[in-house]
């Protein structure tokens, strides 16, 4: 009995396992992903093969057919979906509010939130291909991103109306992606929990911030956090921009002496007074300082004496966008006056400062909140972004997690 | 045996203080959006913010239905396994534990991209669909584990010997007789499920589904008070709909001892 | 009818093995080809909604970034940090599981067997439904609020003149294993109630009967029966710490998350604000799944040598 048994139990497993396999593979091979049975599906996702996409549509506005053709084929598309868009990063919450207010016709998908820019790129990969609501027609990305997404194919060019008025530094002469504003860090410190605020990065070492210094992100992944730590090393450093390990060496040193907490900071942490001193964007520092004030605490921002860095984000609008018109309406939004100025209520310095103070159209109120500071500010360039960000990621943990994991 | 034990009431004041005292600091936390007095501001700005009936009701309808594909699938395997394929039981263990180390993120993405050819990523009735089936996945460990552990209480085969006996044919024995006596062991796992559907953030958020999961890191994230009022609001509502399905699953007689 | 099968079935004699349709071995095969359709619907799903995430990462996890077959990934595993992340969340999903499992055994046994009232029992039942899935920020905020530098109990203590700070942190392994235990106990109180509740008032009775003690009576009858499930509840504790992510990124993800818990150093290969290395990161959840897998081996045999008391 047994062995008759065992030939049907093999016989029929495989049968299954094949015409299960089968029948999940059919709907690839109808659609014609990929030519080949049940292996290459999986081949094809590990190739990375991304499949071919749709025609560029118009360079600017003018290809477009003028503003009321561009709004009346995102009407058509009657959608949005941005990524990655937190609402208190830059007044991005206001921005989408006036924005959708404009244009009440479009529905918006806010995906993913609190995402970086990793997730984003992900997201267009992964969703190339399909029209559902969650595959993202915008990315407002680091700037390093910008540069490798181009690369990879992943982006569509567009020319804004404002685009002259964008420094030639900060955009590609293509199109593909331009920045839209940038911040400089600084230290958030909880003003009630720490008496003696510190002003330079050498004060953080002192003894008396023991168990206090946390960063905003993962120092692995996110770019707050490593612009963090290799600002560091360029301010102990006299101001030169390295690849990031004096900054590493500099995080060891906290690490040592006990004043580096390994969790991320966040507002609520950073009110409570369990991470009372971080180091974050200036924008989003300040944003916190509203919100804790109403709420009664006190929180102090400081830009470092010896030095600290600025951030460029870039905007780009995907290859595979299923509804690059609406994106277009979205990316010409940002970049008028209007849209920069909200950068600007947000704390962040919008990319066309200079051309809106030109012309005057900055409410004096407004220009007064604008974080100004006269200590020396790093401003890297794309090469030496890509080395440090890969340096400082990759070495964070044998040169410091192992210090902080006990 | 009705006797209480000291221990019993020991280990029960162990477990409510370990359990209670995370939840009381949180809310604590969460009162004192306005200094120096005690004030449920936050729970207001919560409360008020809209569409939260919304994404808890689509939230809620989503976790029943994860559960009862989650059983409809694994009641009547389990039960075959148990009865007639013993040797295959590792095999299904090892397959519903690997929800745990697929991260919910490539888990996701991976899944997109497996039906992007299919059209069920073109809309968003498709693409929850694809959601529903990753919640059943992500169900998998806790159902399975559950009814597994129901099934070896009873004597699986004896009843079933006897149900055929009587005459009755498998779907009777199924529900009939294997349904309600591992009922109790069921609820349970439904219970877990129901809060992991509540709560699940990654995977609705990579498939641009209106839950609550989404929808709450939107409202708390970069708020102070905001979080800590959701983390009580939410445990507080996810024990209640538990409650209530208790109290609905109670209509059925539970072999209870 | 529940109850007229369950009497039959006490009634019975000793369980026979069913080894087939009561016709006979004569429609043997036919039997078996029926036992694995009763699966198919299983696999079907299994298929269409996890392996193909699993087996497309286990290919990248042998594939280099030219598409080829590569060992490079798998070699890229031999890293000290990777080494001590792996060891360290074993570690940390053995503690927890054990841990854990006693403790949530115990309240178990407290709410079913142990004769607290029937209200306390379905409230702590549907409480842990939802402490179960307590994870992620929320759960790391609530532990920071109790036990961190600023928390209720830290403050408590310290009045009481005891200092937790600066020996103890909350941003710890120690940390970890505290936080995880949270939803824990609660996974093991929701599987082994009926197990516990599964325990038959006769066998207590009997044994009393014959004059043995309480210890004995849970030496030779109660704990054998319920071993294979409390071993597999184990398992399933070990594997749900082994791939949690959200509660550890929340307390320790500002620095040492990579070092300590395997699924932070997964994350920071893909999805970050950095170029990432996909491949290492494939690798890394290919050997998560190996060891899940080896899990299950070590389980496995510790339930059939467990079994061999309580025969089906």
Known sequence: ?406 | MRRASFWSWLWLALGLTYFGVPLLATFLFSVQANRGLISFDAYASVLSAPDFARSFLFSFRTALLTILISAVLLVPTAYWVHLRLPRFRLVIEFFTLLPFVIPPVVLGYSLIRAYNGTGLTDSSEGVYIIMLGAYVMLSFPYMYRAIDTGLTTINVRTLTEAGQSLGASWLTILFRIIFPNIAGALLNGAFITFAIVMGEFTIASLLSQPTLGPYMATLGSHAIYEPSALAVLSFLLTWASIILIQRIGRGKPIAAR | ?312
């Open chain 3, 1 to 312: 009818m529940a109850e007229a099968v369950q009497s039959a079935a006490l009634s019975s004699e000793l369980p026979t093995e069913i080894v087939g349709a009561p016709q006979g071995q004569t429609t043997a095969r036919f039997h078996f080809s029926w036992n694995w359709l009763g699966v198919l619907p299983f696999l079907a799903f299994v298929i269409a909604f996890q392996l193909f995430p699993t087996l497309s990462i286990i290919v990248r996890a042998f594939t280099d970034s030219t598409g080829h077959f590569s060992l490079d990934n798998i070699r890229a595993l031999n890293d000290p940090v990777v080494i001590g992340s792996y060891w360290s969340t074993i570690k940390l999903s053995v503690f927890t599981a054990i841990g854990g499992g006693i403790l949530g055994l115990l309240l178990a046994y407290a709410i079913t067997i142990g004769g607290l009232p029937n209200w306390i029992r379905s409230s702590i039942l549907s409480f842990s439904g939802v402490a179960s899935n307590f994870a992620g920020v929320p759960l790391a905020f609530a532990f920071i609020a109790t036990l961190g530098v600023t928390g209720i109990l830290t403050k408590l203590l310290k009045s009481m003149g005891i200092a937790l700070y600066p020996n103890f942190t909350i941003y710890s392994f120690s940390g970890l294993v505290l936080t995880y235990t949270y939803f824990q106990i609660p996974l093991m109180v929701l599987i082994m109630s009926p197990a516990l509740s599964g325990l038959r008032r006769e066998w207590r009775e009997a044994s009393e009967n014959l004059g043995a003690t309480p210890l004995q009576y849970w030496r030779y009858i109660g704990l054998p029966v319920l071993l294979p499930s409390i071993l597999g509840t184990m398992a399933l504790l070990f594997s749900n710490a082994f791939g949690a992510q959200a509660t550890a990124y929340a307390l320790v993800g500002g620095g040492a998350g990579a070092n300590l818990v395997i699924s932070l150093l997964v994350g920071s290969q893909s999805g970050g604000d950095v170029i990432a290395n996909v491949g290492l990161g494939n690798s890394l959840v290919f050997g998560m799944i190996v060891i899940i897998g080896i899990t299950i081996g070590i389980y496995a045999y510790f339930r059939r040598r467990s079994e061999r008391w309580f025969s089906h």
């Open chain 1, 1 to 406: 009995m047994s062995k008759i048994a065992k030939l049907s139990r093999r016989h029929f497993l495989g049968l299954a396992a094949v015409g299960t396999a089968g029948l999940i593979a059919a709907p690839q091979l109808t659609f014609a992903q990929t030519a080949a049975p049940t292996a290459a599906p999986t081949a094809a996702a590990t190739a990375g093969a991304l499949p071919p996409a749709p025609a560029a549509g118009p360079i600017d506005l003018k290809a477009a057919g003028g503003m009321d053709a561009l709004v009346a084929a995102a009407k058509k598309e009657a959608e949005l979906s941005t990524i990655a868009l937190p609402n208190s990063w830059a007044d991005y919450g206001d921005m989408k509010k006036q924005f959708l207010a404009k244009y009440s016709f479009l529905k918006h998908n806010d995906l993913n939130p609190d995402g970086g820019s990793g997730d984003e790129i992900q997201a267009i990969k992964d969703n190339a291909g399909n029209k559902g609501p969650q595959n993202p027609d915008v990315v407002d990305v680091g700037f390093t991103w910008g540069d490798t997404g181009k690369k990879a194919g992943l982006f569509q060019p567009y020319k804004v109306a404002t685009w002259d008025s964008i420094p030639d530094s900060v955009k590609d002469a293509d199109g593909n992606w331009y920045g839209d504003y940038y911040g400089t860090l600084l230290f958030e410190v909880n003003s009630d929990v720490v008496s003696k605020v510190p002003q330079d990065w050498a004060d953080l070492l002192k003894p008396e911030y023991k168990g206090q210094i946390a960063l905003g992100g993962d120092p692995t992944k996110a770019n707050q956090a490593i612009y963090a730590i290799w600002a560091a090393g360029i301010a102990t450093n006299g101001g030169k921009i390295d690849d990031g390990t004096a900054g590493l060496a500099f995080f060891a040193q906290l690490a040592k002496a006990g004043n580096l907490l390994p969790t991320i900071a966040q507002d609520a942490t950073i009110a409570k007074g369990e991470t009372p001193i971080t180091l974050r964007w200036d924008y989003n520092a300040l944003a916190n300082v509203a919100t804790s004030k109403a709420a009664g605490v006190n929180i102090a921002t400081v830009y470092p004496t010896s030095g600290t860095i600025a951030g460029v984000y870039v905007q780009a609008i995907s290859a595979y966008a299923p509804r690059p018109n609406a994106a277009r309406l979205w990316m010409e939004y940002l970049y008028s006056d209007e849209g920069q100025l909200t950068f600007l209520k947000g704390h962040a310095t919008p990319i066309r400062f200079d051309d809106l103070k030109k012309r005057g159209v900055i409410p004096a109120e407004l220009l007064a909140t604008l974080p100004k500071t006269d200590v020396k500010v790093a401003l890297p360039t794309l090469e030496q972004i890509n080395a440090a960000s890969t340096n400082i990621s990759k070495n964070w943990s044998t040169m410091v997690g192992s210090l902080l994991s006990k």
